[in-house]
């Protein structure tokens, strides 16, 4: 802590990122609020079913799909800390299902699998790092070159979680969605003004949402993080009061 001298007095305060526990911690609560309508993010491990989307099961803590390959990835490295896992034969099945909505091969059989194997640290874990590598860090990264605080770091994230890094057929991915943001305002890097700049990142995702019928409800952008973004909270500090598919929610402040 910093007391009271010539030495401290002005000093700039370093914004809080992303990437610090506790604003990492409200960045899960947020993102399961809208995945999985609850703010307990850890209960998630377990959770799969077929939401409908075309991208076959949806599982675990960000929503991990088969029919996009990232389920896998945490299938695979799961197996590498526990050889020999009730998941591990039916890594064929997930390779043959990728860029579809099969079941062939998977079913009821590895549903309970998932749910039980959720229950492992070891599979915990695999989930964790699949979602820091190919979601969280990639995002905050992003963000932060762009100039843009915890808020902004959050919307990027969000973002990736649902979109990926670039376009699938029929859905603009997150490349996509900050280029066509970028062509209507300027990212603080660039000199531009932060609230403007992800305002027109928030429209661009919501375009690209409103393109996709199962992603077609655009509150957890019109009812969350426009909220943040309109109250000024650009470095996403609590409390915080939102609401997702109809849903009210609240993290107060320490």
């Not at 990492?24 to 609020?33: D, N, Y």
């Not at 492992?120 to 932060?144: I, L, S, T």
């Not at 994230?157 to 029929?170: E, I, N, P």
């Not at 900050?178 to 932060?194: F, H, Q, T, V």
């Amino acid at each position: 802590m910093c007391v009271i001298s010539t030495a401290c007095a002005g000093t700039p305060q370093t914004p809080a990122a992303l990437d610090e526990p506790a604003k990492k911690e409200i960045a899960m609560r947020l993102v399961s609020s809208a995945e999985n309508s609850s703010l307990d993010w850890k209960a998630q491990y377990g959770y799969i079913e077929d939401i409908g989307d075309g991208r076959g099961y949806t599982a675990g803590i960000i929503g991990f799909c088969t029919g996009c390959g990232d389920l896998r990835l945490v299938v695979q490295r799961y197996t590498k800390a526990r050889p020999g896992n009730a998941l591990e034969r039916f890594l064929p099945a997930l390779r043959g299902v990728e860029g579809s909505a099969s079941h062939e091969g998977l079913g009821r059989a590895f549903t309970d699998a998932w749910k039980k194997a959720a229950k492992d640290p070891a599979m915990r874990q695999a989930q964790d790092a699949e979602r820091d590598r190919m979601y969280f860090g990639p995002a905050v990264a992003r963000a932060k070159a762009d100039g843009l605080g915890a808020l902004g770091q959050f919307i990027y994230y969000d973002a990736y979680v649902m979109h990926g890094y670039a376009d699938t057929k029929g859905s603009a991915g997150f490349r996509t969605i900050r280029e066509r943001a970028l062509r209507r305002a300027e990212s603080p890097a660039r000199e531009g003004d932060e609230t403007a700049y992800l305002g027109a990142f928030l429209d661009a995702r919501a375009a690209a949402m409103r393109g996709e019928r199962s992603h077609s409800d655009t509150s957890r952008i019109d009812t969350a993080q426009r909220v943040f973004l309109d109250r000024g909270n650009l470095a996403l500090d609590p409390p915080l009061d939102w609401t997702v598919y109809g849903d009210r929610y609240h993290i107060a402040d320490k």
